[in-house]
């Protein structure tokens, strides 16, 4: 440690700023820079990666179990034939969910991030390289099962989509406003489940808009399908 | 959940702006009421990761501002 004034160094320093008595006057340094801004420059560059190819990229978030993958299938299923899609599955230990996907006959890489708790540009960027994709395709992008972390970390993509099931209950938008704050559409998943439940989606609704007044709504099943043809007409205007 | 690798980075951008004088004393951040970040978990996390840096028992300010932002805004240093 530092003699002079305690700090980490093994030796005293006596630079400009100077560790010598009598002149230890703290000093300011702006710098302004974002925590995440290697992140962040990291998913921009995606970004235009995709951009030059005309790829459109969605990033699903959720809880997990909300139905993220469920949905995939049966927007790949009712898509495939339309554009080329390729998916990109976070999980914290697992391939099931990639292998779900390719049973479509759809190419999926799967990304374990161990104890991670969402998915970031780096882990993106370097899947995109493993992936074949084509030009004017269609990329999904399920993050890792957290209503928490995946909101705060840009992947690239252009648009967060958030999936909430109707089991979690409507104060959820309110409890975890961070990720509707940050996504543009909401899938309400598994509505065939609400004569079972004691769910007020119009509450739930309210609530979500009230966090994000812009955010587009959808109530879907991946079970029964309904609301499907309105979720693909919604990626359908985008990659038009 | 991920303030440790937050802090982690934070005080990579504090290597990166204090070369030359070897004490930190403060860390000034900004952290958006949206950013998902537990500000109390931060705070220890960084005291974790700088201990035997340069910022060793540097205070930690954090500011809490709108949106979804995350800063390092300013170093105190002698
Ligand atoms: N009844 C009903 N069940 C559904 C629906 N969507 C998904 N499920 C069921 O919910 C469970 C979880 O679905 P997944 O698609 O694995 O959910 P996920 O969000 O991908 O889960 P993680 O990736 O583990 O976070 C499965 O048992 C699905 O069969 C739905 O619309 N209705
Ligand atoms: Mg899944």
Known sequence: ?240 | MHELSLAESVLQIVEEHVQECRCVKAIHLEIGEHAGVDRDALKFCLELVCANSIAEGAAIEIAEVAGMAMRVVALEVI
Not at chain 1, 15 to 25: L, T
Not at chain 1, 172 to 181: C, I, N, Q
């Open chain 1, 1 to 240: 440690m530092c003699a002079v004034c305690g700090c980490g160094e093994k030796k005293s320093y006596l630079g400009k700023f100077g560790h010598a008595p009598g002149m230890n006057a703290s000093r300011m340094i702006r710098i302004e820079r974002d925590i995440l801004g290697r992140n962040d420059a990291r998913a921009r560059e995606n970004r235009s990666h995709l951009d030059e190819r005309g790829i459109f990229a969605l990033n699903l978030v959720s809880s997990p179990g909300s139905g993220k993958t469920s949905l995939l299938v049966r927007t790949i299923e009712a898509l495939k034939e339309r554009v080329p899609i390729a998916v990109i599955e976070g999980d914290q230990q697992t391939s099931n969910d990639a292998e779900r996907i390719r049973k479509t006959g759809i190419q999926a890489i799967q990304i374990n991030t161990g104890k991670g708790c969402h998915l970031d540009a780096h882990m993106v960027g370097d899947a995109l390289k493993k992936l074949d994709l084509m030009d004017r395709s269609l990329l999904l992008i399920e993050n890792v099962g957290n209503l928490v972390c995946p909101a705060s970390f840009d992947l690239g993509e252009h648009r967060k989509v958030v999936v909430l099931s109707v089991t979690e209950g409507e104060d959820k938008p309110l409890k975890y406003p961070d990720m509707f704050m940050a996504s543009s559409l909401m899938l309400l998943n598994k509505t065939d489940l609400l004569p079972y439940l004691e769910f007020d989606t119009g509450q739930c609704i309210a609530n979500a808009l009230e966090i994000n007044p812009d955010m587009g709504v959808i109530r879907t099943s991946a079970k029964n399908c309904d609301g499907l043809s309105e979720w693909v007409s919604w990626i359908a205007e985008k990659l038009a």
